[in-house]
């Protein structure tokens, strides 16, 4: 609270932070910090060039090899074909 306190915030506004955190479980603490964020890109097309899908948004995808890639070397964390 004396950091807050340092910091400009109110000793009151200080005191219910404190008392909201305490009574969090730990691992929900990053849920009360802030919130997830996600990036979702829209649906893009693709074409199909020797066996591999390439997509308008850079994606590439090897149906072979079960994999996805970025040209600009991103991996996503999730494909729906």
Do not use: C
């Amino acid at each position: 609270m004396e950091r807050l306190a340092k910091l400009g915030r109110d000793p009151q506004e200080s005191q219910r932070y404190y008392q909201e955190a305490v009574i969090i479980p730990e691992d929900k603490l990053d849920d009360w910090l802030s919130h997830p964020l996600s990036f979702l890109s829209p649906l893009s097309g693709g074409q199909e060039k020797d066996g591999v899908v390439y997509f308008d948004n850079g994606m590439i995808y090897n149906p072979t090899e079960q994999s996805v890639r970025a040209n600009n070397g991103q991996v996503p964390r999730s494909f729906f074909l």
